[in-house]
């Protein structure tokens, strides 16, 4: 490398201190954008309006893409506000609405001397899942209890109970989404007991296992059970992440733990997790995002719509309506995406070849998820 002249260590100097009174100036307008969202998230708890709004989400976006003409290109100006609105839809929560309740019979929590629903608790020890009134929660706990495991709840409103929760508990789950991970850290570990083991469900593995690590001076593991709150039997696979402090017992209780409820588990590390996990579920959401949208914005398409296409429309609608804040949360939250979006990106390139045989190339390799053979292979992977 070649050495720097005195002129050039004096510019850089100057142009890297114009850069931090731009960052300054920055800071404080998104402390002040922050204020201003969370008087918006009072608003919206008030008259019951949701905190992910797509379409003023996508209004602001187009906005500031519109008005852009600087150096910063618009890809660039939309990942960094997409964080932005992921930020602004966390500070439109309070603690509580991280433990999101659901219809049907909620999961109290059981204090000492409380008899099991199910009887006995099994030779696991005593587990305690914070925000057992999520759907997964609710699982979790119910599932626990029939399968004769001690598991107790705790949930939104039972801040003073914390301490009496975790209290005799070896195993506790973190069960929130993953953008009020870090608040239900700062209200649970300082209740924590090195000897425990913290876990979390979260859909991405670096960032969580970062936070519980930093949070934490006992053992993390993290799990992502790879299946929804009411699954088949067949599909109840977790995939397992080992942190750095986590000893064989700890990572023997995790496995035995979700074994208790009939999962398959496998062990992975955060990285591989978050990018296979990137592919397997974000990028899928990412495509019919991107291919709904594409159709939305033809004028005059839908004499064009065929039967394939209502199909594919029903099979993405509960992706794109009821758990959409949810995927667009962790997608924002995973930093293999990117690379899996070029990766994606790589392969339209490809399937664009005037000649058409980029795009005969990737039919042939994707039609052998649909021969017997190659699925029972890859069911085999897995």
Sequence with gaps: MKEQTDREKTDLARLRASIDAVDAEILALL?????????VGKIKRETGGPVFCPAREKEVLDRLAAAASGALPDEHLRSIYQEILASSRALQQPFQDFFPEEPGDPVPFRGEGEEEASGAAGSLPAV???GCRGKMGNMLVSGLRKAGQEARGLDAGEEGRIASALEGSRIVILCVPVGGLRRALREVAPFLRPE?????ITSVKTLPLQWMEESFSGGVVGAHPLFGPSPDP????VALVRGRRAGDEACALAQSLFRRLGCATFWTTAREHD???????SLNFTVSAAFFCALARQEGIRPFLTPSFRRAREAARKHLTVDAAMFCEFTSMNPEFPGVLS???????????RDCGGLARLV???ARWYDEEGVSSEREKN
């Design 343 to 353: 990766v994606y990106r790589a392969l339209l390139e490809e399937a664009a070849e």
């Design 275 to 281: 990018r296979k996990a990137g592919f397997a579920q």
């Design 31 to 39: 402390n002040r954008r922050a204020e201003y969202s969370r008087e």
């Design 196 to 200: 425990q083991l913290l876990m979390d």
């Design 234 to 237: 067949e599909d109840m696979k």
């Design 128 to 130: 305690c899942i914070v």
């Design 364 to 366: 042939a390799e994707a």
